[in-house]
């Protein structure tokens, strides 16, 4: 054979090389198989409450229902003829005491609940966080924690005089690509990151019931983003432009947006592009530099005659796209609220975040460039070289 020549000495002589850091799922899978149980000390499961079995709380009711280190005690939620529904669907023991938004105040009392799942409307959030962290108990909230930067600070506040963790559900972070990308830019095997283009495309079409209480398309879509942006480039963004349209007339009526550009510039001089839209045809459509969309089935793909290859279509919406982010975030929880692990999602990133939210609403708006100052934030020194810097603010 011609090429016996190249062939080399035996795999068998040479080092293995181990699983790629990316490949968390057969890491998973060594550690199951090496049962090594001095590597984590056993805990007993916490003790939980779940507020709300709709949208969100359905797609972390998949994962906390299956989940042997959480014990769920309450669930919450205002469709009490629903009730028994949901015991037969979920398979929930008779342990489990089922309770509308009134009763509340029995879980609050209950010290034997020490962790609140909040899946519920954005405008019920605070309140639910508020009195579940004053009585003790340590909070997983889907974003955002409070329909305001001040309500959301005050709440960190208060979960720090409790000692208690309050963790801000912001899913995308613990998606393998994501977090692989982040990883390959602080090693800097991207060299200094000058463009960042990202590329968020709802589906499906958002019921406009939900979109009047969801708190606006800059707080309920664009956030995510925007937390990816600074999240991957480790820094916070000083200049917000940002170009905003309704086209559907349905989305007008309620002084929201459906199509929107975004620029934001940062102190190392990176500049994040993004294009967002309330409704995609073919698919959510969610892709940051070279992070590209995923699909169901991978390998299955076929010809049609002239018009070439025909590929799966990309994952229908979110809670399939994002469902390994979802269950790596809460483990992640736990491992934060049981074994002290170092919380991913730090309080000042979240406030951040809800700074540049606002900015870019202002801007969508008002149709300016709006500056941040960030001068009288306390953000940490791994951020922080931007304080030196000298920009001239509009005092937003």
Same mark, same amino acid.
């Not at 000083?238 to 007008?252: F, G, H, N, P, Y």
């Not at 975004?262 to 990176?270: K, Q, V």
């Given at each position: 054979?011609?090429? &016996? %020549?190249?062939?080399?000495?035996?795999?068998?002589?040479?080092?293995?090389?181990?699983?790629?850091?990316?490949?968390?799922?057969?890491?998973?899978?060594?550690?199951? #198989?090496?049962?090594?149980?001095?590597?984590?000390?056993?805990?007993?499961?916490?003790?939980?409450? #779940?507020?709300?079995?709709?949208?969100?709380?359905?797609?972390?009711?998949?994962?906390?229902?299956?989940? /042997?280190?959480?014990?769920?005690?309450?669930?919450?939620?205002?469709?009490?003829?629903?009730?028994?529904?949901?015991?037969?669907?979920? @398979?929930?023991?008779?342990?489990?005491?089922?309770?509308?938004?009134?009763?509340?105040?029995?879980?609050?009392?209950? &010290?034997?609940?020490?962790?609140?799942?909040?899946? +519920?409307?954005?405008?019920?959030?605070?309140?639910?966080?508020?009195?579940?962290?004053?009585?003790?108990?340590?909070?997983? *909230?889907?974003?955002?924690?409070?329909?305001?930067?001040?309500?959301?600070?005050? *709440?960190?506040?208060?979960?720090?005089?409790?000692?208690?963790?309050?963790?801000?559900?912001?899913?995308?972070?613990?998606?393998?690509?994501?977090?692989?990308?982040?990883?390959?830019?602080?090693?800097?095997?991207?060299?200094?990151?000058?463009?960042?283009?990202?590329? +968020?495309?709802?589906?499906?079409?958002?019921?406009?019931?939900?979109?009047?209480?969801?708190?606006?398309?800059?707080?309920? *879509?664009? #956030?995510?983003?925007?937390?990816?942006?600074?999240?991957?480039?480790?820094?916070?963004?000083?200049?917000?432009?940002?170009?905003?349209?309704?086209?559907?007339?349905?989305?007008?009526?309620?002084?929201?947006?459906?199509?929107?550009?975004?620029?934001?510039?940062?102190?190392?001089?990176?500049? @994040?592009?993004?294009?967002?839209?309330?409704?995609? /045809?073919?698919?959510?459509?969610?892709?940051?530099? %070279?992070?590209?969309?995923?699909?169901? /089935?991978?390998?299955?793909?076929?010809?049609?005659?002239?018009?070439?290859?025909?590929?799966?279509?990309?994952?229908?919406?979110?809670?399939?796209?994002?469902?390994?982010?979802?269950?790596?975030?809460?483990?992640?929880?736990?491992?934060?609220?049981?074994?002290?692990?170092?919380?991913?999602?730090?309080?000042?990133?979240?406030?951040?975040?809800?700074?540049?939210?606002?900015?870019?609403?202002?801007?969508?708006?008002?149709?300016?460039?709006?500056?941040?100052?960030?001068?009288?934030?306390?953000?940490?020194?791994?951020?922080?070289?931007?304080?030196?810097?000298?920009?001239?603010?509009?005092?937003?």
């Amino acid at each position: 054979m011609a090429t &016996k %020549k190249f062939a080399g000495p035996s795999a068998y002589k040479l080092q293995q090389p181990g699983p790629p850091e990316v490949d968390f799922l057969f890491t998973e899978f060594l550690n199951n #198989v090496a049962a090594d149980v001095s590597t984590k000390e056993t805990k007993e499961p916490v003790v939980a409450a #779940v507020f709300g079995l709709g949208r969100a709380g359905a797609i972390h009711m998949a994962t906390i229902n299956r989940n /042997s280190r959480i014990k769920v005690k309450y669930i919450v939620d205002d469709r009490k003829d629903k009730f028994d529904e949901f015991k037969k669907f979920w @398979a929930f023991s008779d342990d489990i005491t089922f309770l509308t938004p009134k009763e509340s105040e029995k879980v609050y009392n209950d &010290k034997s609940v020490n962790t609140v799942f909040v899946f +519920t409307p954005t405008t019920t959030h605070h309140q639910i966080v508020v009195n579940s962290l004053s009585n003790g108990k340590d909070v997983f *909230c889907e974003k955002p924690i409070a329909e305001t930067a001040e309500e959301t600070k005050k *709440c960190y506040e208060l979960a720090k005089q409790k000692g208690r963790t309050l963790f801000a559900a912001f899913m995308r972070r613990f998606d393998p690509a994501y977090r692989d990308l982040k990883n390959r830019i602080r090693r800097g095997d991207l060299g200094h990151v000058q463009i960042v283009k990202g590329t +968020t495309r709802d589906s499906p079409l958002p019921p406009i019931e939900y979109l009047k209480t969801s708190g606006g398309v800059f707080f309920d *879509c664009l #956030v995510h983003d925007f937390d990816m942006f600074l999240w991957l480039l480790g820094e916070v963004p000083t200049r917000v432009q940002v170009s905003a349209s309704a086209l559907m007339e349905e989305i007008k009526a309620i002084n929201d947006f459906d199509t929107i550009a975004t620029i934001l510039t940062f102190p190392s001089g990176a500049v @994040a592009i993004l294009d967002n839209s309330r409704y995609s /045809s073919y698919g959510i459509d969610q892709r940051m530099i %070279k992070v590209d969309n995923q699909r169901p /089935s991978h390998s299955t793909e076929y010809l049609i005659g002239q018009e070439g290859v025909k590929f799966n279509p990309i994952y229908y919406s979110f809670p399939s796209r994002y469902k390994l982010a979802y269950q790596r975030e809460l483990e992640h929880f736990l491992d934060v609220i049981q074994y002290g692990a170092p919380i991913d999602v730090n309080s000042w990133q979240i406030l951040a975040v809800s700074k540049v939210v606002a900015a870019a609403e202002k801007s969508a708006r008002t149709g300016e460039t709006v500056y941040i100052d960030w001068s009288k934030d306390d953000i940490p020194a791994e951020y922080s070289y931007l304080h030196s810097l000298h920009h001239t603010f509009n005092g937003y």
